[in-house]
């Protein structure tokens, strides 16, 4: 990444940096239980609870990879993020209500425990518990890279730490994450999370309308990407640049996927009140639509400038970002902008260190059995372990995490999404439906990305699939399939449902 | 009846799809578009259903959505490969209109959808109990 070298980026990140720091220390005033640890005490309004949601939900591929991959094949790449209108609905309607009751039943703190209640199955919450370890083992170490490499960039670390650069910013990013999520858990990640949410909204939207302006509008810039050789008219076709398989491929994922997203889940469960979900679609839906603005404003913008000879052409597409903001952006809108990276890139990593530390410390345990003790000192050592440990792995083996934290969504969605979606809603599938629905989802996306994006051997002449098909919509698909598959081949058996919990799923 | 064509449409498209990614070809990239976009109005069904039928304020809101995710999908197959061949609108090929109108129109069907049919659920007394946090979950696990 280029380095910004301005005054104005780098006390506008010590800034946030500093903010968040603050937000930490008065949380740790406000974390007294495990319940205030891992679900903020229950005691979170419509507000909050929204913006986390949203800045959980978005990393920095929102602000830097979205951007480049629209660079490399058009406006299909927003097939990815279209959803974001109406996903809030969907979680509402088909699981925030349900969770937020059953955390009203229940002792439920977690998206394991959810399992637990619903199919009264250890194997069931134990094989949940394991999905999320690996995949917040992905996701957060993918996210830490991501946080050292932009501290070095902002900080221009190399200069005076030669090769050490990486694991010194690494480091930093570490500790303040592991000082507001141990000191205050989920009472500072959901006020860091507002806090951060605000901020990268208001970057998203100064940039698209700096980024609109500075292309020449809306029809110059289209008109100068269809004529320019590189680009070409298929920018702007949605189905140009990728096959259809791969457009609506994002699309299935995407919007099906987000029913499985622990890190997004775990917010309705800190709601004060599910009454004030009401507004909840609105809010969400309308903080993602903004957030997401960015995408469009610098992956048309970028294309545009290179078309009419402003900007070189990228060598690599991730530049999009930077070198718009170096190139064209005054330098505190360059400043706000990466304060809304860090602020991305942080959010989402704290809420995966918390739901991380819930499954090592409260649902694995519980799965095998034993008996945990006091979950709130537990969950603080687990938080240290587990960014310390996925920091580290991160480090050692930096292509092999970025790699795995690509599709650590889509393992979430195709082992979650369906177990929970459905099964909350009908009563009719069994446990060993879940715990096959799990296990195929989440083996079938790790499987299939691991062979096509590792090259072990051409997987996709080998592969029975038309070109251009996601792995994880293949694992989503046959996750759906194989829960009604084996919920109509088994019986309902011994792990009868609660009856207070069986209203609640039947409606 | 909500309930019962909301499953059956999960339970048959699901194996679809797996199909179409096998099959491939135009034909099959139009059935697996068709069938992605039911699948959210299929899920939001099911989840409302109350004694297996879907209330009446929430028909409307569910229809236009499921309106507006398949024919702008629809349009977008029609429309490929013809940036150039037709009229822009606002300043953008007609295409690329619809797929900012697959982003942007969703938000108000949705947002207002959930929200004037919120009370409507009718909520009974459990659920206000729980709401008000009468569960265990009052209760801290050391």
């Not at chain 1, 990486?166 to 303040?176: R, W």
């Not at chain 1, 902008?337 to 410390?361: H, K, P, Q």
């Not at chain 1, 372990?385 to 970025?402: E, K, Q, T």
Request: overall charge neutral; hydrophobic content about 60%.
């Amino acid at each position: 990444m280029p380095m910004p070298a301005s005054p104005a980026v780098v006390w506008t990140a010590i800034a946030y940096l500093a903010v968040v720091v603050l937000i930490g220390v008065w949380a740790a005033r406000r974390t007294r239980s495990a319940k205030d640890f891992f679900i903020a005490g229950q005691r979170i309004g419509l507000l909050v609870t929204a913006f986390a949601t949203m800045s959980a939900a978005f990393s920095g591929f929102v602000f830097v990879g979205g951007p480049g991959l629209t660079y490399r094949i058009g406006i299909a790449s927003l097939f990815i993020v279209i959803p974001v209108s109406f996903t809030g609905g969907l979680l509402c309607w088909v699981l925030a209500w349900r969770l937020r009751l059953l955390a009203g039943l229940r002792e439920v703190y977690t998206v394991p425990d959810v399992v637990l209640c619903r199919y009264r199955s250890r194997a069931a919450s134990g094989l949940a518990a394991v999905a999320i370890v690996i995949g917040t083992l992905a996701y957060l170490g993918a996210q830490l890279q991501a946080l050292g490499i932009l501290i070095e960039s902002i900080f221009g670390t190399e200069r005076f730490l030669g090769h050490w650069s990486l694991a010194v910013s690494m480091a930093i990013g570490v500790l303040v994450i592991v000082f507001y999520a141990t000191a205050g858990g989920m009472v500072a990640g959901v006020y860091t999370d507002l806090f951060q949410g605000v901020l990268m909204l208001g970057a998203a939207v100064a940039v698209f309308f700096f980024a609109m302006n500075i292309g020449g509008g809306t029809e110059s810039i289209a008109r100068s990407i269809v004529g320019s050789q590189q680009f070409g008219p298929r920018f702007l076709d949605p189905f140009g640049g990728v096959p259809v398989f791969t457009a609506v491929g994002f699309f299935f994922v995407f919007a099906l996927g987000n029913l499985g997203q622990p890190h997004v889940l775990h917010k309705f469960f800190m709601l004060d009140d599910p009454r004030k979900l009401r507004w909840m679609p609105a809010m969400i839906g309308l903080t993602q639509t903004l957030c997401v603005l960015i995408w469009l404003g610098i992956g048309l913008a970028v294309p545009a400038l290179v078309a009419q000879g402003h900007l070189a052409p990228l060598a690599n597409f991730d530049e999009a970002t930077p070198a718009f903001l170096l190139g064209f952006a005054p330098d505190l809108l360059t400043g706000l902008v990466f304060a809304g990276i860090l602020a991305a890139i942080m959010s989402t990593a704290d809420s995966f260190v918390n739901i991380g530390s819930a499954a090592l410390v409260r649902d694995l345990p519980q799965a095998l059995g034993w008996r945990s003790g006091d979950e709130l000192r537990q969950g603080r050592i687990a938080v240290v372990a587990l960014a310390v440990g996925a920091a580290l792995f991160a480090y050692l083996y930096g292509d092999l995490i970025a790699l795995l934290g690509t599709f650590a969504f889509g393992t979430f969605g195709a082992a979650l999404g369906p177990a929970l979606a459905v099964g909350l809603s009908w009563r009719r599938v069994t446990a060993p439906a879940a715990i096959a629905s799990i296990a195929v989802g989440m083996g079938v996306n790790v499987l299939l990305e691991l062979l096509t994006k590792l090259a072990i051997f051409d997987a996709a002449s080998w592969l029975p699939f038309a070109p251009g098909v996601l792995p994880t919509a293949v694992a989503l698909a046959a996750s759906f399939t194989v829960l009604f598959a084996v919920s109509l081949l088994t019986a309902p058996g011994g792990e009868s449902v609660d009856e207070d919990v069986a209203r609640l799923i039947e409606g | 009846m909500a309930r019962s064509l909301s499953l059956l449409y999960l339970a048959l498209a699901s194996p679809a799809v797996l199909l179409s990614f096998v099959v491939g070809g135009p034909a099959a990239e139009v059935v697996f578009t068709i069938l992605v976009m039911g699948f959210p109005v299929a899920l939001i069904a099911l989840a409302t259903a109350r004694k297996g039928r879907l209330g009446p304020p929430l028909r409307l809101p569910l229809f236009l959505l499921l309106v507006v995710l398949e024919g702008t999908s629809v349009g977008m197959l029609a429309l490929r490969g013809k940036v150039m061949a037709l009229p822009w609108f606002a300043g953008l090929p007609l295409a690329a209109v619809l797929l900012l109108v697959l982003w942007l129109a969703p938000l108000p069907v949705v947002a207002l959808g959930y929200a004037l049919t919120f009370e409507r659920r009718g909520f009974d007394q459990e659920e206000r109990d729980s709401a008000d946090g009468g569960g265990a979950a009052g209760e801290d696990k050391r």
